[in-house]
């Protein structure tokens, strides 16, 4: 089991920013091959990929309705990823999951929930107008 612990998610205007942590416990991002990735779901829709990064180099990318806005990154230190969630919107309003895997995935999947084995409990983001 490698547990993971999103947090982060608060109530906030449009336009603002938030930040979202995900600690993990159990493996080291120092050391081998992984992917890790934000999702979210909002209600009555499907659970999307928001971004995903991976060990080595040239390794993230965003969904399309992030790119611009959001950057995710890492600090291998601390076993933690992070989401900056600049300019927010009321559709970024969801909760939003933190996931992992020991592969470095495809770009091509690694915004696939199927992807991954290892997932967080969720935090909630709300974005008001």
């Known amino acids: 089991q490698v547990p993971l612990q999103a947090s982060g998610g608060g109530l906030v205007q449009a336009r603002r920013s938030l930040r979202l942590s995900c600690a993990a416990s159990g493996f080291a991002f120092a050391s081998g091959s992984y992917s890790v990735a934000w999702f979210r779901q909002a209600p009555g829709k499907e659970r999307e990929g928001v971004s995903c990064?991976?060990?080595?180099?040239?390794?993230?990318t965003y969904a399309d309705s992030v790119k611009g806005r959001f950057t995710i990154s890492r600090d291998n230190a601390k076993n933690t990823m992070y989401l900056q969630m600049n300019s927010l919107k009321p559709e970024d309003t969801a909760v939003y999951y933190c996931a992992a895997r020991f592969t470095r995935l495809l770009l091509s999947v690694c915004l696939d929930p199927s992807s991954y084995v290892y997932w967080g409990q969720g935090t909630l983001v709300t974005v008001s107008s």
């Open positions: 990064i991976r060990s080595g180099s040239s390794g993230s």
